[in-house]
């Protein structure tokens, strides 16, 4: 019951903008939360698609002779994270999802185009 003495309660109920900032302060933090238990698969699926997109790249380049123009055609849905860029002096392709893997296929006479292990990436 409140009577002429009593002092109006301090406590305000939640603003418009304090709110908005523990929604997206809850967005955030669950995001994160999603991002750090899929890590793994992520970085696997990124591998498997520069892997991928480097030896096709390379095979359209360098065995069928197309321009990368039209290689880059050649990626399935899903690829679009994946950056191709040609280096016709040494017959290679590098493709790469930017912070997460890399590959490199290369033309190699009788054998056609050829994955480079981690280890022939890092001697270039």
């Not at 002092?7 to 523990?22: C, D, E, I, M």
């Not at 360098?62 to 055609?73: L, N, Q, V, W």
């Not at 002096?89 to 006479?109: C, D, H, T």
């Amino acid at each position: 019951m409140a009577t002429a003495t009593s002092k109006a309660s301090t406590n305000a109920p939640f603003g418009l903008a304090r709110t908005l900032k523990v929604g997206a302060g809850m967005l955030i933090a669950v995001f994160a939360a999603w991002l750090v238990w899929n890590w793994s698969t992520i970085k696997g699926e990124a591998q498997v698609g520069v892997a991928y997109g480097a030896h096709i790249a390379c095979s359209c380049r360098y065995i069928e002779g197309r321009d990368m123009a039209s290689c880059e055609t050649d990626k399935e849905a899903g690829m679009e994270m994946v950056s191709l860029s040609d280096d016709p002096a040494n017959k290679r392709i590098y493709a790469s999802v930017p912070f997460l893997a890399e590959a490199v296929a290369e033309r190699r006479g009788e054998f056609g185009c050829v994955q480079l292990s981690k280890v022939e990436i890092e001697a270039l």
